[in-house]
């Protein structure tokens, strides 16, 4: 079996990169491309998930981060910094711990889910936490980046760079262009780096273009409704963002590809969340089952032909927000000795 040696290494081709880069790598990338096959069924089409909850944060922003960093480190910055929702401030963490540097991480206070803050904690960053929204953290640090500094948000280039492996991962794994190829959208930089790998092997290899559709939350949806949200509001906090840093880029991306942006409420988050985890064995956080839940708003809407190859992003791990998952599930009594008893007596052979 081939040794997987990390993204900057299998990419370079394809990546701004030289001999003098730092071969930084937590063995990121190389995500699995799952087939569903009982949702496909039910549902009529092909319905694959790229699952970048296994990345070495448990989100893709390690495709992404890896390149800013070994960049930041290459041109003899010493700090990083990001405002975020949580994973990036985590993968940026760990990619700072590896690469020996500073790393400081501001991030909207209460409002990020508990395994993200204790990655944060655990790989030594130091934690900022603001009042303000994850819009108000950006515009904080983006003050700050200078000389030494580097900031590590998707505005960065690099990150856009390394992310856009997604796009050649998937058509490796498939082999070939999905028909659609659909993701969340918060700062909306994962769909602008999709749509710039999609383009660029497109252009190397001759292939074609996949339709894009990207998903947001309701109660932050700038994008879909056009307009900054002030005061964004979700139950996926991942995604809780009104003024996107790469709006023009996700437009551009959308308009190129023929796709569409959609809205789906909480209501419909959570109901692909438990329908992921309970059907198929995959536990994806919140935010990355904003796509379950538009992939299957357009079907209901007859927007999506049925027999289509569709490719969803699952951004992030299930484990990664331990708390909505319990909320989600009812609490169920423990079972006293007595009960328990009975409980087995119920699993006896012939009985079920
Ligand atoms: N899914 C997850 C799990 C995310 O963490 C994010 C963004 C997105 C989707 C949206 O991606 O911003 O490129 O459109 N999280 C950022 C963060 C904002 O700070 O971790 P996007």
Redesign the pocket.
Known sequence: MKRWNGLIDEYKEWLPVSEETPQLTLQEGNTPLIHLTNLSKEWGINLYVKTEGTNPTG???DRGMVMAVAKAKEEGKSVLI????????ASAAAYGARAGMRTIVVIPDGRIALGKLAQAKMYGAEIVAIEGN?DEALNMVREVAQDKVALVN?VNPYRLEGQKTIAFETIEQLGKVPDIFA?????????SAAWKGFKEYAERKGTTLPVLLGVQADGAAPIVYDRVFEEPETVAT??R?GN?A?WGLAKNALAESNGAILSVTDKEILEAYSLLASSEGIFA?P??CATVAGIKKRLDAGLLAKGSTVVGVL??NGLKDPETAILVNEDKPLLSREHFDAFLGSLKVGSI
């Open positions: 989100s893709f922003k990001c405002a975020s929702t949580g994973n990036t401030s994850f998707s993701l969340p959208v918060g700062n909306a930089g994962n769909i991942a995604i963002i996107p790469s956080e935010a990355s951004t992030g």
